[in-house]
């Protein structure tokens, strides 16, 4: 299995995940064109993809799903709170497919199971990727790391994980109250120090890579993120890759061995 986060933040958010069979895009939070553009500079391009998955409505994470569904040909998964919440954005798809919060789909050698996260939107949802070897968590947006999300996550081999905000920066930041208020709500975003208590309980020796995701640009620097995470990394047998996602630009194709 292979991997790139191809921007994440407020701006727009899209994992790319492949195998020899299948590619497959979590949210598309760019445009169309940006979303092909950032797939060049992994050396990918859209031909590949096989579906397109949505862990929630809001437009950083679906501002493109429906022009590649359209322009592709390419199915789109989510479940029915989220093609609601969508509204117009997701109504004119190649192919709409709705599952249950917790359903397993299999695309070709992926399995992707779905699972709850808390975050302001009709059902928003984590991923868990599958190729029949390795695991690949996905979990951003989610105010609370929750029992459920950290056994969905325990055995990954690797995990893009929420890493939103420093919490003395939002205190002390330009944000207005209600703004900061949601965002350290439990059904905001995961601030440094709780992703990483969170990424301290899913540690093991088969965890290879974990990427951190959905950096604010106003309440974060990656250096402190990177710091915390690091961290609770430094124990263990073997070394864990620690990569940080930018909003601008795709990080580099992960592979897992």
């Known amino acids: 299995m292979r991997f790139a986060v191809l921007g994440s933040g ?29 797939l060049r500079l992994i050396d990918r391009d859209t031909d590949r993809l096989a579906a397109l998955f949505v862990t929630h409505e809001h437009q950083d994470h679906i501002a493109g799903i429906g ?15 989220t093609f609601r919440g969508a509204g117009t954005t997701l109504t004119k798809l190649a192919q709409r497919n709705e599952f249950q919060t917790g359903d397993t789909i299999i695309c ?20 868990i990727v599958e190729d029949g070897t390795h695991r690949l968590g996905i979990c951003t947006d989610t105010g609370i790391a929750s029992r459920l999300i950290e056994r969905r996550l325990s ?11 420093d919490q003395e ?20 975003h995961l601030s440094n120090t709780d992703a990483a208590s969170l990424l301290a309980a899913l540690r093991h020796d088969g965890l290879q ?22 961290a609770v990394l430094s124990s263990g047998e073997m070394a864990v ?10 990080t580099r194709l992960f592979s897992l061995d």
């Open 108 to 127: 070709r050698d992926l399995r992707i199971r779905s699972f709850s996260i808390s975050h302001d939107a009709g059902d928003p949802v984590g991923f």
């Open 241 to 250: 890759l620690l990569d940080i996602a930018s909003q601008w630009q795709p």
């Open 169 to 188: 920066m939002l205190q002390n930041g330009p944000y207005p109250l209600p703004l900061k208020q949601r965002v350290r709500s439990n059904r905001g």
């Open 10 to 38: 407020s701006r727009g958010n899209s994992i790319y995940i492949e195998t020899n069979e299948c590619a497959i895009l979590v949210d598309g939070g760019f445009s169309g064109r940006e979303i092909a553009q950032r």
């Open 209 to 230: 890579q974990v990427v951190l995701a959905h950096l604010s640009e106003t309440n974060n620097l990656p250096e402190i993120a990177f710091k915390e995470a690091r």
């Open 155 to 165: 055995g990954c081999h690797a995990l893009v994980l929420e890493f939103n905000h």
């Open 67 to 81: 022009v590649l569904s359209r322009r592709c040909r390419l199915p789109v998964f989510a479940n029915a709170p």
